[in-house]
């Protein structure tokens, strides 16, 4: 953006952003424009609808290896402990950590070739969710509020995105409006919080209770007929709708038989991925669940480490593929896993790994995405890009597409400062379907 | 505590303590078999043959061949691992431990990775463990188990051994996890069960011995060690049952090993406490025949002779017991004693001095260091010395017979110190409200407004409280309020509030959101001393400039000089850093100049690089080496003697970082460097000037602004913004206090004024402004002059003002509670006065003050350990105040920020990323809080203070005034009565319950009226 606007001369630049100042209380940036900004604005349109209909966003905190998970090195003396099995597709294999993902690779595309230039779990992590870097006056939105900024509310009573245990300095909705605000769950298990009535009362009781606060709110809500009020009381009218109308069903896992949750695996993880199928399956548009911590700088071959966390995310993700693809949900519903980074291929003297931005994996399924495909390539040593390097903002670019989201569209920030969801990427087009 | 009968009372003190499991020393376990490994040419092949031959030869105790073998191996092939593994463990088995050493350092020395020599490496590693443990040195015997695990992870061996050495440490928590580990890996091992409960005994905790002993005995039923083991706990628990049950495990074990000495001394204990000291010291003579090498044995024969009154025999098994167990205080305490006896009073005080320094709960080494001191002609001192030790003695004994428990002491806490506003000024105030409410008036008159009526005394003392003590009054609070017949009740009430505590908490909340304030502004900085500074100075009264001015100028590290925790905010982004300031501190927005000029307003980007030059200087971080600030690169010396520090290779390993982390902390020191230039950056378009050309510093509007001498560039900034010249400074917080009072601005938004911008009454800003520059910048009273106004004491504004349209101030606007106003009212409904208060940050002060030029590294170590401490205490002061895992505290003693789920987050806190982030829409998530949150339930709970309330008073109708009074600060109308006996009668004290919760979910409550 910033390079467009540079490009402009002075009197094309002012009117430019005077536009789209005039814009920004919602409304997108029309087509017209596109004259003024020239080609490069016209290269960045994006096509008319994705495939995509919801995301499941499976966060790697941490930074996940790549060298033992998605981009193993047979033979290289970097590989450590960790061995390597071969996948679905012949000449591909990943780790033996994942022995369900690999068996189910014909789903997936794997980027080998994601780099950023930060080593810093924050300033990674802030990147990979908005695409832009983290500054201190302004506070990008992340993916499952862009798509509800750029396509409105999908659901009426559940929330549009859901967060299973990401921490506090997720960035949520960003500058955007809070009611973009994405609803944060903290453990899976419990569901969604403050929905479990107390056991002495009844449904009974609690009817009687929701009509005493009409009686003793009566004369106060007759004495302010303002919106601010009328508002708050059809989040009383939309909460206690909720409570009742049994959609509160789709935060509760204590509805699946256990032996399914089992297949998830009983770690917040792997129910949380279960969660996250329940409720795409009840229409939420975006459901993030992250998996921490692969920070692993010490003995990472330890059973409590690498194995573990490679375990539980095989499990998890590949019950999660599975079911979605017996239930057909696979076919409009796009599964994502990225990291802030990747994990240094000289393993330390403390027999684990350190930060390393410089190349790492992703890997992308379900709808939109052209399967049993590799793209890009680091280098013998698993040290840096060898072929077709990746962004966080391609990368989000081509969620973004897989979607249908118009990248090209200007969201205007509080402080007038134009943004676009996946920063001007570019969407990798081979693996898009 | 062990009954022992006819013992002295020193010996029944010593064997109280003694921990009666963990003076052993191992017998070191049969080598694990080797991982053969391909050989390649013939000889290698013959070498390896040999080598096996020799390991199995060493396996049979038959050293010299082994060795001899082991030669052979290595004259066929001289580098091979496998042979110089053999011949270092048949050296070992000879007693030529050094030499083994050398052997094991030589395969463990060989890089590659191939599986078969990682695997030689790994064993090596843990033989080199075993002779160095054999040597008594322990701390290197863990460290080279921690290789072999670094180099194996599922290794039995490595662990198993760990756990050895940790025991032989004391370093009991440590242990138990290493057998614990190494019993996971081989779920069949019974020696590694019967370990990990043996590692518990250290810790006193004799059930999990004897849970642990029986796994083992289920595993192996003929491990003697594990039946002694069991017979140990249930000494040391001491009941009758758990001797006779003692007595048959110690006879089980002798059936099974009658040699075994761990046995023995167990059969020795029980004969004292029969009184049959001959039996007794029998059997300690038996087991030291059987295990010369066992400490306990030689413990338990010094205090036998010092029962038999012979110190001198007493004195040669003290000896023996330090030599094997130096770290024993229980031989150290005994060997006072048998100084004591001989009248080697100095010797004795030695003695005692480090038995104390090994353990300093051992009551009897204080007993024992007294009345060794009375024997040396005490001095004053010494006399007092003699005094504390005989206490600290006698309240050992206390707490070990349980006739006193631990000593709770209050928790170190904050407490804002409050000023009063001056009463001297209160008349002035009067006059000054007067004019604000005649420049009021003249507007309603030209905007043809109907002010609204005076707020009654109930809605009054609600918004009252919640506008400056941001929570609503408790029942005795209002009540005293709507009781009193003085007719300046109201002035005075505003007086008293903003000389309350609760003043500052409420403004350090809206000041915490504009500043975007975190606990952990970056990761090695914290914040605690600059977020006490602001509510200090708040509470205090700080002239606003003054804050300003120290906020934007401050020099050094953070608990020096707290208000340096504003710049490091922005920590090496001074560009921000300056479009913030100047947008929090002066109501503009030149952030858009900053890539380009503005588009909206008349920045350049020029202006904007101009601004910034006065900041760009500054850095909020040094490093150790820095010659400027410490002499001789203190950083790379004190890594250095880290690297010397006696301590385990893990943990240097693992502290390293926080090592590291810890330099980081000591130097994040603001200062200026004076050679940094900004420039222009390379993509800039106009042509006023080149990309790449030097901007000096120049104020954005104002008057011209001189450097005074030696004044640094940020100092002139500071100056020039806190200015009563500055056009902005005051009218931006005239204005922001004015919305805090009034829920609308004068000028909307507050931070965003352009020259166009025109407030909704420009005489009435014009004046406030000058209010503003008159007082000072004493904000108590300027806000004490805009709560005196009629305009703020009208009712609340009850038409709709259409968005964009301006706000004529019929009264103060309906606002929602914001998050904090929501949160504290709760607090109050639950615990009335909430007690819990931040850690003083001056204690991270004292930990922190070093002067790393000279500092060592153990002195960094040691602050790190007060900080991790100080750290504990809190969370463990937290701990008292929780309910059901919320910190029942005010909104400003909570951390910053706080996770998303909490209830301030979810209505509308801050997360701290952006100013004035903070939001008083609803959601359903709010609505489900108020609901069922576990805050709401606890209203309904016994102790609670809405709960105790009720329960004082008598009547139906009386409590249901209560609960009306508390909740909604007024009493019910005729109509709520009965709706709400009604709910009493028919469901009882439920019906208590469902009109409590009903009223805190009424918009009444969620709206300052």
């Known amino acids: 953006m910033r390079d467009v606007v540079s490009r402009m001369d002075g009197w094309s630049r002012r009117q430019f952003l005077e536009r789209a100042a005039r814009l920004s209380l919602g409304v997108g940036l029309y087509s017209g424009l596109n004259d003024a900004i020239g080609a490069e604005q016209a290269k960045a349109g994006s096509r008319a609808g994705g495939k995509a209909k919801r995301l499941i966003y499976l966060y790697m905190q941490g930074g996940m290896t790549h060298l033992d998970t998605f981009d193993v090195k047979p033979g290289s003396e970097n590989q450590g402990q960790t061995g390597a099995i071969n996948t679905s597709v012949a000449g591909v294999q990943f780790s033996e950590y994942l022995p369900s993902l690999a068996g189910q690779f014909g789903k997936m595309a794997v980027i080998r070739s994601m780099n950023t230039e930060t080593a810093d779990h924050e300033q990674g992590e802030y990147l990979m969710r908005t695409s832009y870097e983290q500054i201190a006056t302004e506070r990008h939105p992340t993916i499952g509020p862009w798509i509800q900024r750029l396509k409105g509310r999908q659901n009426k009573n559940l929330p549009d995105t859901v967060l299973i245990g990401s921490g506090a300095r997720h960035p949520g909705a960003g500058f955007l409006d809070p009611t973009f605000s994405p609803l944060p769950i903290g453990d899976p298990n419990k569901g969604l919080e403050n929905t479990q009535s107390p056991k002495y009362l009844t449904e009974e009781s609690f009817e009687k209770r929701i009509a005493l606060i009409n009686k003793f709110d009566r004369r106060f809500r007759e004495k302010y007929p303002l919106k601010s009020v009328q508002s708050y009381t059809d989040f009383y009218d939309e909460a206690t709708t909720l409570l009742t109308s049994g959609e509160l069903q789709a935060f509760d896992l204590g509805k699946e038989k256990p032996e399914d949750r089992d297949r998830y695996g009983r770690d917040p993880f792997g129910q949380g991925c279960m969660l996250a199928r329940r409720l795409i399956e009840n229409n939420v548009r975006c459901v993030e669940v992250t998996l921490g911590t692969w920070d692993m700088h010490n003995t990472m071959w330890d059973y409590n480490t690498l194995p573990k966390m490679a375990g539980i995310l095989d499990q998890a993700v590949g019950t999660l593929l599975s079911d979605l693809s017996t239930r057909g949900l696979l076919d409009d519903t796009l599964v994502v896993l990225a990291t802030e980074f990747g994990r240094s291929p000289t393993i330390n003297y403390n027999a684990g790994r350190d930060h390393h931005p410089a190349v790492f994996s992703s890997m992308l399924a379900g709808a939109g995405i052209k399967g049993g495909q590799i793209y890009g390539k680091s280098d013998k040593r698993g040290h840096g890009v060898e072929e077709d390097g990746v962004t966080p903002a391609d990368l989000n670019a081509t969620v973004a597409e897989a979607l249908g989201l118009p990248r090209d569209e200007v969201v205007m920030s509080p402080t007038l400062r134009p943004f676009k969801v996946a920063h001007d990427g570019t969407p990798i087009r081979k693996i898009l379907s | ?1009």
Request: proline share 5%; charged share 25%.
């Open chain 2, 1 to 1009: 505590m062990v009954n022992v009968g006819m013992f002295n009372s020193f010996v029944v003190r010593v064997f109280g303590s003694l921990l009666l499991v963990t003076l052993v020393v191992w017998r070191v376990p049969a080598a694990i078999a080797l991982e053969t490994s391909a050989a390649g040419s013939q000889q290698q092949a013959q070498s390896q043959v040999l080598a096996e031959q020799s390991r199995a030869q060493s396996a049979a105790n038959r050293w010299n061949e082994a060795l001899a073998t082991a030669e052979k191996a290595l004259a066929a092939d001289g580098k091979s691992a496998v042979a110089l593994l053999a011949r270092g463990v048949a050296r070992a088995g000879k007693g030529d431990l050094d030499a083994a050493i050398e052997d094991f350092d030589q395969v463990t020395g060989q890089g590659g990775r191939d599986p078969a020599l990682v695997g030689l490496r790994a064993e090596a590693h843990v033989q080199r463990s075993k002779a160095q443990y054999a040597q008594g040195r322990y701390l290197p015997a863990i460290d080279s188990c921690y290789f072999a695990i670094l180099e194996k992870d599922s290794y039995f061996d490595a662990h198993f051994n760990r756990g050895l050495a940790y025991l032989a440490r004391h370093e009991f928590e440590k242990a138990v996890g290493s057998f614990d580990r190494a019993a996971k890996i081989d779920p069949k091992s019974a020696l590694a069960v019967s370990c990990r409960g043996f590692a518990h005994g250290g810790l006193g905790r004799y059930d999990y011995v004897i849970g642990d002993q029986n796994k083992a005995l289920e595993l192996d039923p003929k491990l003697a060690i594990a039946y002694e083991r069991r017979a140990a706990a249930s000494i040391a628990k001491g009941g009758k049952k758990d001797l006779v049950k003692a007595v048959a495990d110690i006879s089980k074990a002798l059936e099974i090993d009658p040699k075994l000495a761990e046995a023995l001394c167990d059969r020795s204990l029980l004969a004292v406490m029969a009184g049959d000291t001959d039996r007794a010291v029998a059997d300690v003579e038996a087991a030291i025949a059987a295990a010369p090498n066992l400490a306990r044995a030689r413990l338990q024969r010094g205090l036998l002779w010092l029962q038999k009154k012979d110190a001198r025999q007493a004195t040669a098994a003290f000896d023996e017991a330090i030599r094997l167990a130096p770290r024993s205080a229980e031989a150290y305490a005994g060997r006072g004693q048998a100084h004591l006896a001989t009248k080697n009073h100095e010797k004795a005080v030695d003695d005692f001095t480090k038995a104390i320094e090994l353990n300093a709960k051992l009551s009897a080494a204080y007993a024992g260091r007294a009345k060794a001191r009375k024997n040396l002609k005490p001095d004053e001192k010494g006399l007092a010395a003699i005094k504390a030790d005989l206490a600290q003695a006698k309240e050992l004994d206390e707490l070990a017979s349980g006739k006193k428990k631990p000593e709770d002491t209050s928790p170190p806490r904050f407490d804002v110190e409050s000023a009063a506003v001056d009463p001297a000024r209160h008349a002035e105030a009067l006059a000054s409200a007067k004019k604000i409410d005649g420049f009021v008036a003249a507007n309603y008159a030209k905007h043809k407004i109907t002010p609204m009526p005076q707020t009654d005394d109930e809605t009054f003392v609600r918004r009252i409280y919640l506008d400056i003590a941001g929570r609503i009054p408790t029942y005795q609070e209002t009540t005293r309020f709507l009781v009193s017949h003085e007719s300046d009740k109201r002035t005075k009430l505003i007086d008293q509030l903003l000389g309350s505590d609760d003043y500052a908490s409420h403004f350090f909340n809206y000041w915490a959101d504009v500043l975007r304030y975190k606990d952990r502004p970056t990761e090695d900085v914290r914040g605690e001393p600059y977020r006490q500074w602001i509510k200090q100075s708040l509470a205090t009264n700080t002239p606003w400039d003054e804050m300003v001015h120290a906020m934007l100028s401050s020099e050094g590290l953070p608990w020096e000089s707290p208000a340096t925790g504003y710049l490091q905010r922005d920590p090496g982004m001074p560009l921000d850093n300056v479009n913030n300031s100047i947008r929090i501190f002066l109501g503009t927005r030149i952030g858009c100049a900053q890539c380009h000029n503005h588009p909206f307003d008349k920045w350049t980007q020029k202006q904007f690089y101009q601004a910034a030059a006065y900041v760009f200087p500054t850095q909020t971080r040094t490093n150790p080496n820095d010659k400027r600030f410490w002499s001789d690169k203190p950083g790379e010396r004190l890594k250095e003697e880290y690297g010397a520090i006696e301590q385990e290779e893990e943990d240097r390993r693992r502290i390293s970082y926080q090592f590291d982390a810890q330099m980081r902390t000591l130097t994040k020191i603001v200062f200026d460097d004076d050679g940094r230039k900004i420039k222009l950056p390379k993509d800039y378009a106009y042509s006023d000037a080149k990309p790449g050309d030097v901007v000096e510093p120049k104020p954005l509007f104002g008057p011209e602004i001189k450097p005074k001498p030696g004044e640094k560039p940020r100092q002139v900034f500071a100056r020039w913004l806190t200015s009563k010249e500055n056009p902005r400074f005051a009218v931006t917080i005239a204005n922001r206090l004015w919305k805090q009072v009034f829920g609308v601005g004068q000028i909307e938004p507050v931070d965003d004024m352009m020259d166009s911008t025109v407030a909704e009454n420009p005489e009435l800003m014009k004046f406030l402004e000058s209010e503003m520059q008159r007082l000072d910048f004493n904000m108590k009273e300027y806000l004490r002059i805009l709560f005196n106004t009629e305009t703020y004491q009208r009712q609340a504004c009850r038409d709709e003002v259409p968005l964009g349209a301006p706000y004529h101030f019929p009264g103060p606007a309906l606002r929602r509670m914001t998050a904090e106003q929501a949160w504290d009212s709760f607090v109050t409904l639950a615990v009335a006065t909430a007690d819990y208060r931040e850690a003083p940050a001056d204690v991270y002060k004292d930990a922190l003050t070093i002067d790393i030029s000279n500092a060592t590294a153990d002195e960094i170590l040691v602050s790190m350990k007060k900080v991790r401490d100080f750290d504990q205490v809190r969370n463990k002061t937290q701990e008292k105040f929780k309910y059901k895992g919320n910190l029942l505290a005010r909104a400003s003693e909570l951390p910053s920020p706080l996770p998303p789920n909490h209830f301030l987050r979810t209505f509308g806190q801050s997360d701290r990323e952006l100013i004035s982030a903070s939001s008083t829409s609803g959601s359903v998530p709010q609505v489900l809080f108020m609901y069922n949150g576990q805050i709401t339930h606890m209203l309904l709970e016994k102790n609670s203070t809405i709960y105790d309330n009720i329960v004082r008073k008598k009547t139906l109708s009386e409590g249901v005034k209560v609960v009306f009074l508390t909740i909604l600060s007024r009493e019910p109308d005729a109509e709520e009565i009965a709706t709400a006996m009604a709910q009493v009668r028919s469901d009882g004290p439920a019906g208590y319950g469902n009109v409590v919760w009903s009223l805190v979910n009424t918009r009444e409550f969620m709206f300052v009226q």
